[in-house]
């Protein structure tokens, strides 16, 4: 049962625009969220969060949005550089003291220069 | 400020044999989350380790155990390797129980069991 989804497993988006990538989740219990970046070879890196009692968070070039009646979040990245392109993963977690996450399957992105 | 750190970064197992993965946690750290990332797949939760002791477990049998040493660095083991668990594991580290902060990764330990 996945109760985390991208159901987009690639998105290519040129420079300069803006990428959307969407995460669904089923999980009412969730109440944190947390998108990480992942090049090959290197672990996941920390993008940025958002708990469920905001609806948006802002981070320079990257904003999380939070819709919890549809259970939806979606991260923005404006503008898009080429640096931008990795493997993008949605995370939540519903313990509060023990952040087991639970993961997306990921959406790779591609920015075209 | 150390970040994690996870060794071996590569390594080769026989189906049946034992292995252990290490794993150091990120300065001032005291939790530590073990994961595994199949191929294609988003990083599945196997179990947490708060100062020294087992904070919850993911859906992973007996033969996936593990440790926390008193600095909080962590080793993971898999006895009786399956084919299947041919994967990448990664380690995070986090820092207060209680707070709602990120986890921080390693860059993971690619296993591959023939």
């Known amino acids: 049962d996945q109760q985390v989804k991208q159901n987009s497993p690639s998105l290519s988006v040129q420079e300069g625009r803006i990428s959307i990538l969407n995460c669904d989740y089923t999980n009412s219990m969730f109440d944190y969220f947390l998108w990480y970046k992942k090049y090959p070879a290197e672990g996941p890196t920390f993008l940025i969060s958002i708990s469920s009692i905001k609806d948006k968070n802002e981070d320079g070039r990257f904003t999380v949005f939070l819709n919890k009646s549809a259970k939806h979040l979606s991260l923005h990245i404006v503008p898009s550089q080429p640096g931008d392109s990795a493997v993008y993963f949605c995370a939540a977690s519903a313990d509060f003291g023990n952040e087991k996450l639970t993961f997306g399957t990921g959406t790779r992105l591609t920015i075209i220069p | 400020e150390t970040g994690v750190t996870q060794s071996p970064t590569h390594l080769i197992k026989t189906r049946g044999q034992q292995v252990t993965l290490r794993c150091s946690s990120q300065s001032g750290h005291n939790t530590v989350s073990w994961y595994q990332q199949a191929l294609g797949q988003g990083p599945q939760f196997i179990f947490q380790?708060?100062?020294?002791?087992?904070?919850g477990r993911g859906n992973f049998p007996p033969r996936f155990s593990g440790l926390q040493f008193p600095n909080y660095s962590s080793e993971l083991n898999v006895n009786a390797l399956e084919l299947d668990d041919s994967a990448l594991y990664l380690c995070?580290?986090?820092?207060?129980?209680?707070?709602?902060?990120?986890?921080?990764f390693g860059q993971g330990t690619r296993l591959t069991v023939v």
């Open positions: 995070a580290s986090s820092g207060l129980q209680g707070a709602r902060t990120e986890a921080f």
């Open positions: 380790y708060y100062r020294e002791e087992e904070n």
